[in-house]
């Protein structure tokens, strides 16, 4: 008899995780010895699965609000960029991107889907957007899921 599956839990089985991160996932689930293991609800360990692979689709976008008054005056070098620097709750870095401020002339904005791992503690953005001279702009954004 099959056991149904479930699309979202890797199947260890196939062997497509193994080592450091399924041992990381045992271990974080409790889970350190085979007697611990084999005593284990498996849909306990299922949850434990679910938790450490699924991602949230986050669309990040940044705007030239002023983009028709920046083509005609320009306020910066050629040469100036910034940083987009975009981490979860669990700080862990989901993006680290250079964008040069030419980039942005020429198209107006500058778009990326990003898959956000899902953090522990909350569903929380942690964006910085630093400029090569003038400083750092900070935003903290939740993000919800549909």
Known sequence: MAFPTNPA???ITAGKIKGVTLSTILVNAGI???ESLGSTNPRELELSFVGKNECVVVYISIVLKNHKDLEERR???DNHGC???VGNADDDLILFKK???SQLLEMGQWSRKVDV???QRENQLHIHWI???YGIFQFELPYFES
């Open 32 to 34: 350190a010895s085979f």
């Open 131 to 133: 400029s090569d001279s």
């Open 117 to 119: 791992p899902r953090a």
């Open 9 to 11: 839990i890797p199947d």
């Open 99 to 101: 964008i040069r401020d």
């Open 83 to 85: 940083t987009l620097l």
């Open 75 to 77: 306020t910066t070098s």
